[in-house]
Structures are given as structure tokens and as C-alpha cells.
């Protein structure tokens, strides 16, 4: 019988240099590194993104609540002059500022939380007074329903006269 014989088994030896190694795993730790910090920056960046947000939303709150404060010291000058007249008629712009002189009273939009826009027809007073966050705030008041509040973009006391929610 014929035999054939290639010989011993060769071993694969694979010879790895102890620099390159050291050189893998300082790049590993250097990325892992790299991640970390930026997933850091990144977290805090959202953060702050958050706070400026919130800020922003405080201001305009903070100023919506002017030109709410407005109306309601303009409906106490209203309601004065109702108590007085048993009625709206007759009642405009230069009645309420002889009763309430601080604000600026208008039939014309209002343009800023100083200045209350007024329409009276009757038992209903329509009040508008814009505020610097660019909403306008709405109070009706009506003696035969209930205090209603809106706001919108139009800026007239004839505007108001539409509110209709129960509250801003």
C-alpha cells in the first residue's frame, strides 16, 4: 500500500507587537472618553436650552399678566360708573379715566398694557388691552350672564364683546 505523509501539523502562531496593542487600547479608552464628555455637553446643553425656555415663557406670562391686571382695575372703573347709571350707555373712554386715571382709555385697539380699548352697549362693557407677549386679553362683563374672558389678536373692546371663555 502506497502512503503519503505531508508531515507534522503546522501550529498557527500569530505574534502580536505589545506597542500595537498599547496603541488599540489608548485610542478605545481616548473614544470612550470622547463619548462621554459629549454626551455630557450634550445633556447640559439641553438644560440650558430648557431653562432659557422656561425663562421665556415666565417673562411672557409675567406680562400677560400686566395687561390682565389693566382690565380688571379698568372693569372696577366700569362697574363704578354702572353702579352709578344703572347702565353702560352713554358711558366711553374719558367716563372711565374720570374714574380710574391711571390707564388710557380708547374706542381704537389697544397698543399696550396703559391703554384699555372699550365698548359699551347696555348692560355690556367689552375691555381690551394688549400685551407686550402680542396677545391681547379680553374681558366682558354682562350682567345678564357672567364675567367672560378671551383673548385674541384683534385689540377693540368690540372684540371683547365676543369672550366668551370662563376664564384667561
Not at 445633556?43 to 417673562?59: F, T
Not at 397698543?111 to 391681547?136: D, E, H, I
Not at 364675567?147 to 365676543?162: D, M, P
Request: with cysteine.
Amino acid at each position: 500500500m502506497d502512503e503519503f505523509n505531508f508531515g507534522k501539523p503546522a501550529r498557527l502562531q500569530v505574534s502580536l507587537n505589545p506597542k500595537v496593542l498599547m496603541a488599540a487600547g489608548a485610542l478605545l479608552v481616548a473614544a470612550l472618553a470622547v463619548y462621554g464628555f459629549m454626551s455630557m455637553v450634550s445633556k447640559g446643553g439641553h438644560e440650558v436650552a430648557n431653562a432659557q425656555v422656561s425663562a421665556v415663557q415666565q417673562i411672557d406670562h409675567s406680562q400677560d399678566v400686566l395687561a390682565q391686571t389693566s382690565l380688571t382695575s379698568a372693569l372696577a372703573a366700569a362697574k363704578t360708573l354702572y353702579m352709578d347709571n344703572g347702565s353702560y350707555d352713554g358711558t366711553g373712554p374719558a367716563d372711565l379715566a374720570g374714574v380710574e386715571p391711571s390707564f388710557t382709555y380708547t374706542d381704537g385697539p389697544s397698543p399696550n398694557p396703559q391703554t384699555v380699548s372699550v365698548a359699551m352697549q347696555g348692560s355690556v362693557a367689552g375691555l381690551a388691552s394688549m400685551s407686550p407677549s402680542g396677545t391681547c386679553f379680553y374681558l366682558r362683563d354682562d350682567e345678564a350672564v357672567a364675567l367672560t374672558y378671551g383673548s385674541g389678536t384683534e385689540c377693540t373692546g368690540a372684540a371683547a364683546l365676543g369672550a366668551t371663555a370662563a376664564s384667561w
